[in-house]
């Protein structure tokens, strides 16, 4: 509902809605069932003849590539207030992971 609300102010791409999709058919999918118990997983267990169902790997998949695909879209076309966050959060970043001992300070 809020990709549709939001459609005319901030769009997406349009492979990025796919993919919102796709996961959502996913998660019913899963819902209805239950990752071990999902048909279209157990029949790519007996084609490949493997030992579990693996149909948990892309929902696992889908639910990282998918968040990581709308951050960045967030992040790259976003309005001047999220560009000045996601600035002052690589600030933060450099500060805190390429300083050598700087979480050592406050210890």
Same mark, same amino acid.
């Given at each position: 509902?809020?990709?549709?609300?939001?459609?005319?102010?901030?769009?997406?791409?349009?492979?990025? +809605?796919?993919?919102?999709?796709?996961?959502?058919?996913?998660?019913?999918?899963?819902?209805?069932?239950? +990752?071990?118990?999902?048909?279209?997983?157990?029949?790519?267990?007996?084609?490949?003849?493997?030992?579990?169902?693996? +149909?948990?790997?892309?929902?696992? =998949?889908?639910?990282? =590539?998918?968040?990581?695909?709308?951050?960045?879209?967030?992040?790259?076309?976003?309005?001047? +207030?999220?560009?000045?966050?996601?600035?002052?959060?690589?600030?933060?970043?450099?500060?805190?992971?390429?300083?050598?001992?700087?979480?050592?300070? =406050?210890?």
């Amino acid at each position: 509902m809020a990709m549709f609300a939001t459609r005319g102010s901030f769009p997406l791409i349009t492979l990025l +809605y796919v993919l919102i999709f796709l996961h959502a058919l996913v998660l019913i999918l899963c819902g209805a069932y239950t +990752y071990a118990r999902v048909p279209l997983g157990a029949w790519v267990q007996q084609a490949f003849d493997l030992s579990r169902n693996p +149909y948990d790997r892309l929902g696992h =998949f889908m639910q990282g =590539f998918v968040s990581a695909l709308v951050a960045r879209e967030i992040l790259i076309r976003g309005v001047g +207030y999220c560009r000045a966050a996601v600035s002052q959060l690589q600030r933060v970043g450099n500060l805190l992971f390429r300083e050598p001992g700087f979480l050592h300070r =406050f210890s």
